[in-house]
Nanobody, 126 residues
Framework: QVQLVESGGGLVQTGGSLRLSCAAS????????MGWFRQAPGKEREFVAA????????AYADSVKGRFTISRDNAKNTLYLQMNSLKSEDTAVYYC???????????????????WGQGTQVTVSS
């Protein structure tokens, strides 16, 4: 069993920055492919970014590319999402997710992931 706890969300103005963290416990963090997803009111949960087990491979949704950076610290069992140049359309609940048996690849679909955190709210005001 894996427990994921997100933190770092909040209210920020357009153009501002936030750093989300996701603390993992349970099994060996370094075995998981990790991802960030978000869900805005009335919309489906969507892919934001993902990182493979070593951190050597990352991927981003086109909407956040160049503004967001995903990273991980396997020694601290923690996943991060640095969000810069925030826009109102980034407002959503952000979730971290873990995939076991990721085989070093990047995974993009909600259904690909095995464990989820409870989410943290990010609100960007104009």
């Amino acid at each position: 069993q894996v427990q994921l706890v997100e933190s770092g969300g909040g209210l920020v103005q357009t153009g501002g920055s936030l750093r989300l963290s996701c603390a993992a416990s349970g099994r060996i963090f370094g075995l998981y492919v990790m991802g960030w997803f978000r869900q805005a009111p009335g919309k489906e949960r969507e892919f934001v970014a993902a990182i493979n087990q070593s951190g050597g491979s990352t991927a981003y949704a086109d909407s956040v590319k160049g503004r967001f950076t995903i990273s991980r610290d396997n020694a601290k069992n923690t996943l991060y999402l640095q969000m810069n140049s925030l826009k109102s359309e980034d407002t959503a609940v952000y979730y971290c997710a873990a995939k076991i048996r990721g085989y070093g690849n990047i995974w993009y679909r909600v259904l690909d992931y095995d464990y989820w955190g409870q989410g943290t709210q990010v609100t960007v005001s104009s």
